[in-house]
């Protein structure tokens, strides 16, 4: 049997298995990550404000200080001295953990290994996969948003995000732009997304926050429309393509799956519900729960991926933006034009002060809010 099984190698579960070198001492056996894929490549693009330490910092490749938001025609641009939103490739990210894993004699990962399912047997696990059974003392669940989520109001971010390189150099690296809404808003919240690597290249994605994700075709040929229409581009070549459906709920339960049986990542409520944005908040979650399993010296539930408080605020959010969709690109808008860049770059990342809360919340609209908390009371109490 083995000591410990952490089922799907993503950004968690791989994340995990690096951070367990930390840790190996309380490894009594060998770990094992089980990985459906049976190959790596660079899938998707984690974006984040660098405001938090974590052991890849040094994968980053890109860099904003500055960043805006439009709406009716209008620009917010903002900028912090402070905070860069940095951009870290997923290929160099499973390239380095796999590489600090294999330094690692006790742990194995098993590519091309699907899960089929797993329950408690005797003092561990049963794992059932397309290459056999397996057993484990404990499991560790990190299959993103496969594991439900206990999703009641059925929102999802769906986007498809293109690498462009445009045949005139048009563009200003300086300057990201988080949210462009003039677009067609009838099939949802929708905009673009536009990251500026050179003033000839770009990470561009279409995105919506709606119910139910399109036929891919749908996103490239806004993509095209918009650059066509906000710069003029009517040729650029496709240097690669992500696609994403995130759900918005928020899904961190103290739940465990069993005795012995733990989720972290996506699959551990690490998804900040009203953005999607996931990467430093599973690098947290990972570290502290670590910190937990030294001073416990045991096994222990892993921590809540961000404070309480921010998912009720989240959930209040997301509620607001369920029964509003229409008004949600002026809230957001007004969000970036009202709040102090800092402050509010604090809020999105989960780490702000009692006064970037309050700041956030002069902001959002007032009568509308306190009726989605209102609203949602029931379903979040208890
Ligand atoms: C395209 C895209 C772009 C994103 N961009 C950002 C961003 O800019 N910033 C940000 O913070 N967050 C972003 N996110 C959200 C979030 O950071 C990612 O989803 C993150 O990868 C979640 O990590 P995870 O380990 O929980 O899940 P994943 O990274 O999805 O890992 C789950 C793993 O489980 C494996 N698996 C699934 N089923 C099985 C099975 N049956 N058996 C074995 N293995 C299995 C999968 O192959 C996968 O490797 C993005 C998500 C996507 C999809």
């Given at each position: 049997?083995?000591?410990l099984?952490?089922?799907?190698?993503?950004?968690?579960?791989l994340?995990?298995?690096?951070?367990?070198?930390?840790?190996?001492?309380?490894?009594?056996?060998?770990?094992?990550?089980?990985?459906?894929r049976?190959?790596?490549?660079?899938?998707?693009?984690?974006?984040?404000?660098?405001?938090?330490?974590?052991?890849?910092?040094r994968?980053?490749?890109?860099?904003?200080?500055?960043?805006?938001?439009?709406?009716?025609?209008?620009?917010?641009?903002?900028?912090?001295?402070?905070?860069?939103?940095?951009?870290?490739?997923?290929g160099?990210?499973?390239?380095?953990?796999?590489?600090?894993?294999?330094?690692?004699?006790?742990?194995?990962?098993?590519?091309?290994?699907?899960?089929?399912g797993?329950?408690?047997?005797?003092?561990?696990?049963?794992?059932?996969?397309?290459?056999?059974?397996?057993?484990?003392?404990?499991?560790?669940?990190?299959?993103?948003?496969?594991?439900?989520?206990g999703?009641?109001?059925?929102?999802?971010?769906?986007?498809?995000g293109?690498?462009?390189?445009?045949?005139?150099?048009?563009l200003?690296?300086?300057?990201?732009?988080?949210?462009?809404?003039?677009?067609?808003?009838?099939?949802g919240?929708?905009?673009?997304?536009?990251?500026?690597?050179?003033?000839?290249?770009?990470?561009?994605?279409?995105?919506?926050f709606?119910?139910?994700?399109?036929?891919?075709?749908?996103?490239?040929?806004?993509?095209?429309?918009?650059?066509?229409?906000?710069?003029?581009?009517?040729?650029?070549?496709?240097?690669?393509?992500?696609?994403?459906?995130?759900?918005?709920?928020?899904?961190?339960?103290?739940?465990?799956?069993?005795?012995?049986?733990?989720?972290?990542?996506?699959?551990?409520?690490?998804?900040?519900?009203?953005?999607?944005?996931?990467?430093?908040?599973?690098?947290?979650?990972?570290?502290?729960?670590?910190?937990?399993?030294?001073?416990?010296?045991?096994?222990?539930?892993?921590?809540?991926?961000?404070?309480?408080?921010?998912?009720?605020?989240?959930?209040?959010?997301?509620?607001y933006?369920?029964?509003?969709?229409?008004?949600?690109?002026?809230?957001?808008t007004?969000?970036?034009?009202?709040?102090?860049?800092?402050?509010?770059?604090?809020?999105?990342?989960?780490?702000?002060?009692?006064?970037?809360?309050?700041q956030?919340?002069?902001?959002?609209?007032?009568?509308?809010?306190?009726?989605?908390?209102?609203?949602?009371?029931?379903?979040?109490?208890?």
């Amino acid at each position: 049997m083995d000591e410990l099984t952490i089922i799907g190698g993503g950004c968690a579960g791989l994340g995990l298995a690096a951070a367990l070198s930390e840790a190996v001492e309380h490894l009594d056996g060998d770990a094992l990550l089980l990985e459906g894929r049976p190959h790596y490549g660079y899938d998707r693009t984690w974006c984040y404000w660098d405001l938090e330490e974590h052991p890849y910092r040094r994968l980053e490749r890109f860099h904003w200080r500055r960043w805006k938001v439009r709406y009716q025609g209008r620009e917010v641009v903002q900028a912090s001295e402070r905070y860069r939103y940095a951009l870290l490739p997923s290929g160099l990210y499973y390239r380095e953990t796999l590489s600090r894993i294999n330094a690692l004699a006790k742990i194995h990962v098993e590519r091309g290994c699907e899960v089929q399912g797993y329950a408690r047997e005797g003092k561990g696990w049963r794992i059932d996969t397309n290459r056999g059974h397996r057993h484990s003392k404990v499991l560790v669940e990190a299959r993103g948003t496969f594991a439900e989520r206990g999703d009641r109001r059925g929102l999802l971010q769906h986007f498809v995000g293109q690498y462009l390189h445009l045949s005139e150099p048009i563009l200003d690296p300086g300057v990201a732009t988080l949210m462009d809404f003039d677009v067609d808003q009838s099939r949802g919240i929708h905009f673009i997304y536009m990251l500026p690597l050179t003033h000839d290249s770009a990470y561009v994605a279409d995105t919506y926050f709606g119910h139910a994700a399109m036929e891919r075709e749908v996103y490239r040929s806004n993509i095209r429309a918009w650059l066509r229409e906000r710069y003029g581009v009517t040729r650029c070549d496709t240097d690669g393509e992500e696609f994403g459906a995130i759900p918005m709920s928020c899904g961190y339960s103290r739940r465990r799956l069993g005795r012995g049986g733990f989720a972290v990542g996506g699959a551990g409520g690490a998804i900040k519900a009203s953005s999607g944005y996931a990467f430093c908040a599973i690098q947290r979650q990972i570290g502290n729960w670590l910190n937990d399993i030294r001073r416990n010296q045991c096994w222990c539930v892993p921590p809540p991926p961000r404070a309480r408080g921010l998912e009720w605020l989240d959930r209040i959010f997301l509620s607001y933006m369920y029964q509003h969709p229409g008004r949600m690109p002026a809230v957001f808008t007004r969000l970036f034009e009202t709040c102090e860049p800092d402050a509010l770059v604090r809020f999105l990342s989960d780490r702000p002060t009692a006064a970037d809360v309050a700041q956030v919340i002069r902001a959002a609209p007032p009568l509308g809010m306190t009726l989605a908390a209102l609203r949602g009371l029931p379903c979040w109490v208890g």
